[in-house]
């Protein structure tokens, strides 16, 4: 139920994304969001050290809910800002300690960062949070790498990469 919920609400992000985050951001919504997606990625993260879990379906959990979080914060600083909300560990602290292999293995890097991308652009609250929590030079990675292979195509993405590398040094 959870996944074909997490599918449901990315397809309406997906087709309408400023219409999505007007609702998620109203002041009865927000709140629940965020709880919601916080516990989704607290309870599929602890999944490591449980034994007998499905790896797999908590794993397609946190994917799906890290493409939900990032069509949240996209271009919305309110909604940005609303993933350091509550006591620590927060959304974004969360989304930034995932298991190794969230960092390391290429499908999960495609979601995973996009996402950190969407959180942390033009905030530089989120981005503080990101840097003292990982290595942001594997972001940049990411997003040169991008660049080289033509997923990113236009200047945008270099300036964005430029901008980022003078940010975090």
């Not at 997490?6 to 007007?22: C, G, T």
């Not at 997003?143 to 270099?158: F, H, L, Y």
């Amino acid at each position: 139920i959870v996944l074909n919920a997490l599918d449901v609400m990315n397809i309406v992000a997906r087709l309408d994304v400023e219409m999505f985050q007007r609702l998620l951001s109203s002041p009865s919504l927000q709140p629940q969001f965020y709880h919601v997606l916080n516990s989704l990625l607290d309870t599929s993260s602890m999944a490591d050290i449980k034994e007998g879990a499905n790896m797999d379906v908590k794993d397609e959990v946190i994917k799906k809910s890290l493409i939900l979080m990032g069509y949240h914060a996209l271009r919305c600083q309110k909604n940005q800002e609303s993933l350091n909300w509550g006591t620590q560990p927060t959304a974004l602290q969360r989304i930034c300690s995932l298991p190794f292999r969230f960092f390391s293995e290429e499908a999960n890097k495609q979601v995973l960062f996009p996402t950190l991308i969407a959180v942390c652009y033009d905030n530089q609250r989120n981005t503080s949070v990101v840097e003292q929590e990982l290595s942001v030079d594997m972001i940049v990675d990411y997003v040169e790498k991008n660049i080289q292979t033509g997923k990113i195509s236009n200047n945008d993405g270099k300036n964005f990469v430029q901008d980022e590398r003078r940010r975090f040094k």
